[in-house]
């Protein structure tokens, strides 16, 4: 049998082994979250529902393996902090086997395709390993967007709450109710935690260290500077929401300036793709000679590393912190 033929099928028969494994990973965690809600009979248990959630991180470390993802990855405490940051509830463990997975299948299938061992094995690392990273910055940066969407409206109502004479934990309770998720579901768990033991401050640097948000950081503290020396926090709140409405104005006003060299970004940027295709449709054994040798393999690298810069440098120019 030829070698190629060998690695093909090892590659494959490893990464089905990877995807059983995260299967039967995944079924046992919906069994014992099956079983736990099952057990669920009282409002208390629902609060430590929600707030162990939040300690999913320390139940990571026990075995497992997320306990093996835990000793073998360089940073396990920032990755576990990004996917807290997601809102799926992904463990570090799912992350891991999602990684190892990813660079088996894609180099199988550059194999299958014909290309040579060595860059179908390269190729597989670099984006096996890559694509899972940018997945998890695409779903916190959507969420974080989401979040600051609707969190000004979460801190207008809990002005109105305040100002009806409701204490701060029910505001937090109210708001958790009434606003969507993400909103809703971290003002939950900040109530939670504070049903069981937690002080307010406390529950809100926790859940602004999970967030890294600027604007919730200005809330957690807005309501450290109360704590300390008094006042009417409604009224802070207030002039917390205005200023909060007003940093979106603004963002919106830069996006809508930037439009047009964002356009001009686009344009450009998929100008070789159009080219690509249309030399394919005229002079197809032209285009296909990149793909078929080995200089080839290099100026596509070289061509796609150029373009990744031009457009990174393109995105620089148009991004404006507030």
Not at 90 to 97: A, V
Not at 122 to 137: E, M, N, R
Not at 155 to 167: E, F, H, N, T
Not at 276 to 302: C, K
């Amino acid at each position: 049998m030829d070698p190629t033929t060998i690695v093909i099928i090892g590659m494959i028969g490893l990464g089905g082994g990877l995807l059983m494994m995260l299967y039967f990973e995944e079924a046992g965690k919906r069994r014992l979250a099956s079983r736990a809600r099952g057990r669920r009979q009282s409002s208390t248990a629902r609060a430590v529902r929600s707030a162990t959630r939040g300690l999913q991180l320390r139940r990571d470390r026990q075995g497992g393996l997320d306990g093996i993802i835990h000793r073998l990855a360089p940073k396990p405490e920032v990755l576990r902090a990004r996917l807290a940051a997601t809102g799926t509830g992904m463990t570090i463990g799912t992350y891991g086997l999602i990684s190892l997975i990813l660079p088996v299948v894609v180099a199988g299938l550059l194999l299958l395709r014909g290309v040579a061992p060595l860059v179908s094995i390269l190729g597989g690392v670099l984006i096996g390993l890559w694509l899972p990273h940018a997945a998890v910055g695409f779903m916190v940066g959507g969420r974080q967007k989401k979040f600051i969407k609707l969190f000004p409206d979460a801190i207008g109502l809990m002005v109105r709450g305040l100002k009806a004479g409701l204490p701060v934990s029910e505001t937090l309770i109210v708001v958790g109710r009434e606003v969507s998720d993400p909103v809703g579901e971290e003002f939950r768990r900040i109530a939670d935690q504070i049903k069981l033991g937690q002080s307010i401050e406390d529950a809100m640097w926790a859940t602004a260290k999970r967030l890294s948000l600027a604007e919730f950081n200005f809330m957690v503290i807005t309501f450290s500077v109360q704590r300390e020396t008094g006042g009417n926090l409604a009224e802070t709140l207030e002039n917390l929401d205005d200023i909060l409405r007003k940093r979106q104005q603004m963002k919106m006003k830069i996006k809508a300036m930037s439009s047009e060299a964002i356009a001009s970004a686009g344009i450009i940027g998929s100008l070789p793709f159009a080219m690509a295709a249309i030399m394919f449709v005229v002079s197809r054994d032209y285009i296909l000679t990149l793909f078929h040798s080995q200089l080839g393999y290099i100026m596509l690298a070289g061509g796609g590393g150029m373009l990744l810069a031009g457009i990174g440098v393109m995105i620089k120019m148009v991004s404006f912190d507030i």
